[in-house]
């Protein structure tokens, strides 16, 4: 129900943007998160919107460098990675669910996309 999309090889101190393209009902009610997962660790919080995209919340690795926004007119969410920096390498996935958008665990998601790919070289 989620599909999370853009990702790529980019060079360090690139940018990319992600999408997450949302075919559940009612995606506008939802908050969402943007996770991501490394080889051989946990997946970690990155950033999360609210409902209406008033309001967000990151992780302070990608403070300042990406930017999660919404378009509930067209069901996505993105992800704006820009300086991406080589320990930002990992498999991206988006969540969507009713929570708050300051609780950062995996749990108060719902929804789960099937990841996207990110590289970075150096």
């Known amino acids: 129900q989620l599909q999370a999309s853009g990702g790529g090889l980019v060079q360090a101190g690139g940018s990319l943007r992600l999408s997450c393209a949302a075919s559940?009902?009612?995606?506008?009610?939802?908050?969402v998160g943007w996770f991501r997962q490394a080889p051989g660790k946990e997946r970690e919080f990155v950033a999360s919107?609210?409902?209406?995209?008033?309001?967000?919340f990151y992780a302070d690795s990608v403070k300042g460098r990406f930017t999660i926004s919404r378009d509930n007119a067209k069901n996505t969410v993105y992800l704006q990675l820009n300086s991406v920096k080589p320990e930002d390498r990992a498999l991206y996935y988006c969540?969507?669910?009713?929570?708050?958008?300051?609780?950062?665990?995996?749990?108060?998601?719902?929804?789960w996309g099937q990841g996207t790919l990110v590289t970075v070289s150096s």
């Open positions: 969540a969507a669910g009713a929570g708050s958008i300051y609780y950062t665990g995996i749990k108060m998601y719902d929804y």
């Open positions: 559940v009902r009612t995606f506008s009610a939802y908050a």
């Open positions: 919107i609210n409902w209406s995209g008033s309001n967000t």
